[in-house]
């Protein structure tokens, strides 16, 4: 009877066969064993003419030195082999084995792993991917199959399946399938606060929450350049300058140098104009008070104050403004805090909208705290040297600006 030979090559040596020679055939036979164990070759690719063609790995029968008898294998050559068309590697259908194996081959073309015949899976190394791969060949007879086992290197791109990571470490992003930034992470040497997302059941929300060491701690979402904080397509409320509108009719003119309310026809059916008369001649008054909402941060208000001239005149008209706060208890007969003032020149056109610039800083007298009341006071300096506006002045309204540090009043 004749020896026999495995899908690798070793020799299987009949009773009575190769007398003589046993010890050398025996030798090769280890030496393959060996290779196969942890050997390595390196296999070029097949590059007669141009573009795509096939690469045949065969066993080598009693011999060593075959590709396909070697646990590590490199396509292409150590420093790179510069392929012009996409290559297909084939081993022979009868091997069933597993390989390391990296595609190291130049050029923007794929490298395709496959038996020799046969429809069984195949593996392919992508046009750029020039990495290690672990491969099984299921050595079936009639149609062996191919697989990746989805070795993970440190340079090659891999997915993960229903895979469990307990405390990754990721460095300075996070990728979309595209390979294009999804997130980008900033580390904080000193980091002692950090997010938590936590999932939630049916009738509920899932959670994003500040923790860390510290007890009180901020969540801070920051819109880039004028973007602003968005829930679906609605802007969401954010704390920051706040506007109050106080329109005419919700002030009151004073007992002493009052301001003279009235009532001001443009035109028939048009619009009335409700306003109080600031003359010429002295300083009137008028006053409006305010229950400030809870999310004011107490600190310093602005204005601009809505007007129409009663003259043609272009001279400068100068407002001024000033404030003080009650709380529970606390006399109303106090003095108001300092005025500050703002010039705004009429516009030459009776009957026309005018709005002075956003005033300075008015800081409000008193202690302001949560549910006080705050009274202010509104007066043109008409005694003023600056004020050369001949006319009267009818205000309209006026617009006071306030900054809020929570995100609601409760």
Do not use: H
């Amino acid at each position: 009877m004749a020896s026999t030979y495995t899908p690798l090559g070793v020799e299987l040596m009949a009773t009575g066969e190769n007398a003589g020679t046993w010890g050398t055939k025996t030798n090769t036979g280890l030496q393959i064993i060996e290779q196969i164990s942890g050997g390595y070759k390196v296999q070029t690719l097949n590059t007669d003419g141009t573009g795509a063609n096939t690469t045949t790995l065969t066993e080598d029968d009693g011999s060593t030195g075959a590709t396909v008898a070697t646990r590590v294998i490199i396509f292409g050559a150590v420093s790179a082999q510069a392929i012009t068309g996409n290559k297909i590697v084939t081993f022979p259908v009868s091997v069933e084995n597993f390989y390391l194996i990296k595609n190291s081959t130049s050029g923007a073309y794929t490298v395709q792993l496959k038996a020799a015949s046969g429809s069984g899976a195949t593996v392919t190394w992508g046009t750029t991917d020039k990495d290690w791969k672990l491969i099984y060949f299921d050595g079936v007879a009639t149609n062996t199959g191919v697989y990746d086992l989805g070795l993970t290197t440190a340079a090659n791109t891999q997915t993960l399946t229903n895979k469990t990571l307990t405390s990754p470490k990721i460095g300075t992003s996070i990728l979309d399938t595209n390979g294009l930034e999804l997130a980008l992470i900033t580390a904080t040497g000193s980091a002692v606060n950090e997010f938590t997302i936590a999932n939630a059941a049916a009738g509920a929300g899932p959670t994003l929450s500040s923790t860390g060491d510290e007890t009180n701690v901020d969540i801070n979402l920051n819109p880039k350049g004028s973007g602003v904080l968005k829930s679906g397509s609605a802007a969401v409320k954010v704390a920051g300058t706040e506007t109050m509108w106080i329109p005419a009719p919700a002030m009151y003119a004073t007992s002493t140098n009052p301001a003279e309310a009235n009532q001001v026809e443009t035109t028939a059916l048009r619009p009335d104009m409700k306003v109080f008369d600031f003359a010429a001649a002295a300083d009137d008054f008028v006053q409006f008070s305010v229950a400030m909402p809870k999310s004011w941060n107490l600190d310093t208000v602005t204005y601009q104050v809505f007007w129409t001239p009663s003259t043609t005149n272009t001279g400068d008209c100068i407002f001024g403004l000033q404030g003080v706060a009650c709380g529970d208890s606390d006399t109303i007969d106090v003095a108001y805090g300092a005025a500050v003032t703002v010039t705004d020149a009429g516009i030459g056109t009776v009957e026309d909208q005018q709005v002075t610039a956003v005033s300075g800083a008015v800081t409000i007298a008193g202690s302001p705290a949560d549910d006080q009341q705050t009274y202010f006071q509104l007066y043109r300096d008409a005694n003023a040297g600056g004020d050369t506006f001949t006319g009267v002045a009818r205000v309209l309204g006026i617009k006071i600006f306030y900054t809020t540090d929570a995100a609601n009043d409760a």
